[in-house]
């Protein structure tokens, strides 16, 4: 007999009750999508359709320019414009325009296809990694199909659902007791972080559970993937490596930098300082981030403080709190809570963090509904993956018909992902310490009466 879980049950029932609510509210009034997605109504799956479009040939380039996606995303996407029809997309896009392949069979049913598969790997993968009656497992993976960041992922058109996918293979083959099968998991996770680099943090799980030679081996498929890429893909080979990282680096400046020329060419002398400041706020503020900076401008600015001391401080701030809640990670006496950390990191740490990379906020969620007997403190826990997973009925009408609104300011929706992942960030490790702490005063006085 299964025994239910009540964590579980309240999970499913909350999320269920918050995605009936908002999608009662698109039937009604379907511009409330925008307080949810993409601040740009026409900008959907672009992020797809931008790449299938830039990577016109196998060999990519960075030392001009700003690109920032690792070589395996633009042989991914090189795979995806043959599909699409290479020379189609080039007639597409010089007689329509890039936003014209959406209109077109074989670009468009390249990236439906995709979805699809995505879609149903990552259903299956939830399945099983989570424990529970049947119904249950199945209900919960629909819940995480139709969350908010979710669906903002598959609006974006963004390829970080192959990595988040090779992340949830990771964390479904790691325990096996199949040396091989284990070795699948660590190269679906060294895939996953060639893709977007930030998976990797997940690596620093198999030190926690001080299994060094298969981190080791983690870490030298890690390497092999992203050398053999720059090879491959790139136009100068491994010398294309320094300037990749510079590129990442670099990006919030160039994106500065090129708004401010732009400002330069189009605006008078008198118009220029104002353009450059308006440029100068909307990558500050910049409406989609949900990082730990992002979260804490807005409180600061609350607070009083300007925008420029509140984006500085907020800057500092997060980068201390990232390396501290990465290194309390390792004190954690359960495995979901040393997950939740470094998912936590892996969100909050990124200066240009967005709504789709609260996705991997489902694995630590999961392994929490598995793992965790039911007890007082864990309605916080499951109030906060709730509130980063699901919407709140807030903020709908506000600014709802204001094209771009909230690409230049952060929307309720938005400020709730953020609040709650740096208050998971902040609950936990505060938890983490005080567990770790009781348990040494545990240990003492048994080793005293022992004595």
Known sequence: MEIKNKNLSFFLMGGTVLLAIMFLGILFEPDIMNAYFFADRDDTFMDYYNCIVEVSSLKVAYREGYNIYPPFCWALFYIFRLFSGDGEVERIVEME????????????????????????LLFSLFLRICRGRQFEKKWLGFLFIFSIPFLFLIERGNILILSFAGTLIFFALKDSERWWVRDIGYLCLAIAAAIKIYPAIFGFLLLAERKYKEAARLAVYGIMIFVISFLVVGKEGLLDIPFFFQNILGFNFGFRDMVANHA??????????????????????????IGFAAFMEYLFMWF???????????SKLGTVMSVLVFGISFF??????TILLLSCVLVGAQGRSYVYTAVFMIIPCLFFLNEE???????????????????????????LHEELYYYYHRSFND???????????????????????????????ELCLNR
């Open 264 to 289: 330069v060419e189009e605006s008078s002398a008198a118009e220029l300082i104002e353009e450059v400041v308006e440029a100068a706020e909307a990558v500050a503020i910049d409406g989609g981030r």
């Open 332 to 337: 954690a006496g359960k495995k979901w809570q």
């Open 97 to 120: 325009g890039r936003y014209g392949l959406r209109g077109h069979q074989a670009p468009l049913m390249s990236y439906m296809l995709l979805s699809i598969v995505m879609i149903l």
């Open 415 to 445: 400020l709730q992902i953020g609040g709650a992942i740096w208050l998971l960030a902040i609950f936990g490790s505060v938890d983490i310490i005080i567990q770790y702490i009781q348990k040494k005063r545990r240990d003492r006085n």
């Open 373 to 399: 007997k039911e007890s007082r403190l864990n309605y916080i826990y499951l109030l906060l993956f709730g509130l980063v997973l699901f919407p709140l009925p807030l903020g709908w009408t506000e600014h």
């Open 304 to 314: 009083g403080l300007s925008l420029g001391h509140a984006v500085d401080w907020a």
